[in-house]
């Protein structure tokens, strides 16, 4: 938390107030980091220069790429469509079983990053034809600053923008956040308190709030994803407890994505998870009344296929990231019986698919 904070590394930041002992205490997120001149918060890129809040990442990133929108997860969001995706370094949360731990928990990757103003991001999705940009790989939510900003160029060039993320924030920054954002898959890691204590370093009502805040009261496009981890948040009364939750307080037309775990950072002895357990899970979740559940991480396409919930036809087939058969009106109704799939459809042509480009921008950081 005392590594020094370079003098081009101080954006101004937002939320936070100054304590009495002249402390700062961050109000970005339920952490309420409480920072004496020169530390940094639990997420090592927010900290306290010179008396203010900075946030230690503007402007940087540690890679692009162009994703299909499948990867994020999101399958009822212009399905096909490719996405540019990037993330900066660090994190609010501390999750042991991090499948991205050597960006979200990285203190030195920050020195080897990309620099891209969030004019060049905007402009980078409009040359490669990328209908949407998303902020992922680590938790958007701690480069919040960069992230609104990119959202507005986006914005005034007609992309659209998607927020990958833990969910892990005040109500206030909250609202001013998602109001940006025109899609977000939030991860509920799980449904009990003292699973996120003991194995997030956070709380779960926080994310519960945010789930209800931004389903019933942003126009921002919800999915979510449970990470289902062997002997830890799998049992069988968990997903139905979480499953539940969410067809009475956000409704059955919300999908969820159960996807497997891999053995990482302090978690590498786990096993990963059996498709077996995917395959339950989801049956579970459709008991429960949901519409759209699928499993993720796996090659399964019936754990892939959306169903309309009329007539149980077929209307999108995946197996994994791939789109093997489309049937939809550009409405997003079901050709079949006209029942409208929940979601935001538009003109289906040859999808993306399963590819992964590098997009090189302006080059390489260098600091003392």
């Given at each position: 938390?005392n590594?020094?904070?370079?003098?081009?590394?101080?954006?101004?930041?937002?939320?936070?107030?100054?304590?009495?002992?002249?402390?700062?205490?961050?109000?970005?997120?339920?952490?309420?980091?409480?920072?004496?001149?020169?530390?940094?918060?639990?997420?090592?890129?927010?900290?306290?220069?010179?008396?203010?809040?900075?946030?230690?990442?503007?402007?940087?990133?540690?890679?692009?790429?162009?994703?299909?929108?499948e990867?994020?997860?999101?399958?009822?969001?212009?399905?096909?469509?490719?996405?540019?995706?990037?993330?900066?370094?660090?994190?609010?949360?501390?999750?042991?079983?991090?499948?991205?731990?050597?960006?979200?928990?990285?203190?030195?990757?920050?020195?080897?990053?990309?620099?891209?103003?969030?004019?060049?991001?905007?402009?980078?999705?409009?040359?490669?034809?990328?209908?949407?940009?998303?902020?992922?790989?680590?938790?958007p939510v701690?480069?919040?600053?960069?992230?609104?900003d990119?959202?507005?160029a986006?914005?005034?060039?007609?992309?659209q923008?998607?927020?990958?993320?833990?969910?892990?924030?005040?109500?206030?920054?909250?609202?001013?956040?998602f109001?940006?954002?025109?899609?977000?898959?939030?991860?509920?890691?799980?449904?009990?308190?003292?699973?996120?204590?003991?194995?997030?370093g956070g709380?779960?009502?926080?994310?519960?709030?945010?789930?209800?805040?931004?389903?019933?009261?942003?126009?921002?496009?919800?999915?979510?994803?449970?990470?289902?981890?062997?002997?830890?948040?799998?049992?069988?009364?968990?997903?139905?407890?979480?499953?539940?939750?969410?067809?009475?307080?956000l409704?059955?037309?919300?999908?969820?994505h159960?996807?497997?775990?891999?053995?990482?950072?302090?978690?590498?002895?786990?096993?990963?998870?059996?498709?077996?357990?995917?395959?339950?899970?989801?049956?579970?979740?459709?008991?429960?009344?949901?519409?759209?559940?699928?499993?993720?991480?796996?090659?399964?396409?019936?754990?892939?296929?959306?169903?309309?919930?009329?007539c149980?036809?077929?209307?999108?087939?995946?197996?994994?990231?791939?789109?093997?058969?489309?049937?939809?009106?550009?409405?997003?109704?079901?050709?079949?019986?006209?029942?409208?799939?929940?979601?935001?459809?538009?003109?289906?042509?040859?999808?993306?698919?399963?590819?992964?480009?590098?997009?090189?921008?302006?080059?390489?950081?260098?600091?003392?």
């Amino acid at each position: 938390m005392n590594e020094p904070i370079l003098i081009r590394e101080r954006h101004p930041a937002t939320y936070w107030h100054r304590l009495d002992d002249e402390r700062l205490q961050c109000d970005l997120c339920p952490r309420n980091c409480k920072l004496h001149d020169g530390q940094r918060g639990a997420c090592f890129v927010r900290g306290m220069a010179d008396g203010q809040m900075v946030l230690t990442t503007y402007g940087l990133s540690s890679g692009f790429c162009i994703d299909p929108i499948e990867k994020k997860p999101l399958n009822h969001y212009y399905p096909g469509s490719s996405v540019l995706s990037f993330g900066t370094v660090g994190c609010n949360l501390a999750c042991k079983f991090c499948q991205n731990w050597d960006i979200s928990k990285s203190r030195d990757l920050h020195r080897l990053m990309a620099e891209a103003s969030p004019e060049d991001i905007a402009q980078a999705a409009l040359n490669h034809g990328s209908q949407s940009v998303a902020f992922t790989y680590n938790d958007p939510v701690v480069f919040f600053e960069y992230a609104l900003d990119t959202a507005a160029a986006c914005h005034a060039r007609g992309i659209q923008t998607v927020a990958v993320t833990a969910g892990y924030i005040h109500p206030a920054p909250c609202h001013e956040f998602f109001a940006k954002m025109d899609a977000a898959n939030i991860d509920l890691k799980g449904f009990r308190e003292d699973f996120y204590f003991k194995l997030t370093g956070g709380h779960l009502q926080p994310v519960l709030d945010t789930l209800v805040y931004v389903h019933h009261h942003t126009r921002c496009w919800l999915e979510i994803t449970n990470l289902l981890i062997p002997g830890q948040n799998d049992s069988d009364a968990e997903i139905k407890a979480l499953s539940a939750w969410v067809a009475h307080e956000l409704g059955p037309a919300v999908p969820v994505h159960f996807t497997a775990f891999h053995p990482e950072w302090k978690m590498a002895g786990v096993p990963p998870t059996p498709p077996a357990t995917l395959t339950k899970a989801r049956r579970l979740a459709l008991d429960a009344g949901l519409f759209y559940v699928y499993t993720g991480n796996v090659h399964d396409t019936d754990g892939g296929t959306t169903h309309c919930p009329g007539c149980r036809h077929p209307v999108i087939v995946r197996n994994w990231y791939d789109i093997s058969h489309y049937d939809l009106t550009p409405q997003g109704n079901c050709p079949r019986c006209g029942a409208p799939i929940a979601g935001r459809f538009g003109a289906f042509a040859t999808p993306f698919g399963p590819r992964r480009i590098p997009v090189p921008m302006t080059g390489s950081v260098v600091r003392p």
